[in-house]
């Protein structure tokens, strides 16, 4: 998801990896929501298709050069909520 990973984040801030240990946050908004490519899955899970979306990406501790998938959603406030999910309750946004 290297072409995710280069948009510009429309939302971002720091979660914190066992309550203690700050970590980058971010969601972007895309044009494509990607598929899982997965034969077995049905077609509507496993191709692309166009439409607005955003991706959540974060950093767990420690040095790392790409992003973590955290899911995607089709707005920005159920991104908000995916994201606090994945990663806990204690996640701090820039606003």
């Not at 991706?55 to 909520?81: K, M, N, Q």
């Amino acid at each position: 998801m290297s072409e995710v990973d280069q948009l510009p984040p429309v939302k971002q801030g720091r979660w914190f990896f066992g309550g203690l240990t700050a970590c980058p946050v971010h969601i972007v908004r895309h044009h494509t929501l990607y598929g899982t490519h997965d034969p077995e899955d049905p077609p509507a899970l496993s191709t692309d298709r166009a439409a607005e979306c955003f991706y959540i990406r974060y950093h767990p501790p420690g040095a790392h050069e790409t992003w973590h998938d955290g899911g995607s959603a089709y707005s920005l406030r159920e991104a908000v909520f995916l994201a606090q999910r994945k990663l806990g309750p204690v996640v701090q946004w820039n606003d």
